[in-house]
């Protein structure tokens, strides 16, 4: 059996396609490799993202438990009424990371609390009302100040 040498004369569909057959394999191995540095690109730049409001919520923690501690200690409530600065500063620079600056502003209730100072930065804050006694009425706010070094 002769077989023509027209017989196999292939047309340009079939020429390109003879030449594509086994490297379509590895066109959908490439396709596969670039999906995948697309959505881990993604990752990264989401978990990127989180890690910053984490550290934000942790000074959130710090200070809330900071004053929290002031407000049930007869000592350091004692001290925020009496305008001692000094006590309340030794208290919280135990308790802060050295990471972290403050400032502790106290002020009568009705009054407007703020930083003396400009601080170009986050500056978190929060404050609580304290009183000395239950018999005394001398109500005062402190509040804290804090932002990244």
Do not use: H
């Not at 023509?4 to 569909?13: G, H, I, P, Q, V």
């Not at 403050?102 to 930065?121: A, F, R, V």
């Amino acid at each position: 059996m002769l077989v023509d040498k027209a017989d196999y004369e292939l047309t340009e569909k079939e020429y390109i396609y003879s030449k594509m057959k086994g490297k379509r394999g590895w066109i959908r191995i490439v396709e596969a490799f670039i999906a995948i540095l697309m959505i881990s690109g993604v990752l990264v730049f989401i978990m990127s993202e989180r890690t910053k409001t984490t550290s934000n919520e942790k000074i959130d923690i710090i200070v809330k438990v900071i004053l929290r501690e002031i407000t049930d200690s007869e000592d350091l409530r004692n001290a925020v009424v009496s305008d001692d600065v000094g006590k309340l500063t030794d208290f919280i620079a135990t308790r802060i990371p050295s990471t972290l600056n403050y400032e502790i502003k106290i002020c009568e209730i009705d009054n407007i609390c703020s930083m003396q100072t400009y601080i170009p930065e986050n500056v978190y804050a929060q404050e609580a009302v304290v009183s000395s006694t239950l018999d005394e009425y001398n109500v005062k706010k402190i509040k804290i100040f804090v932002w990244q070094k």
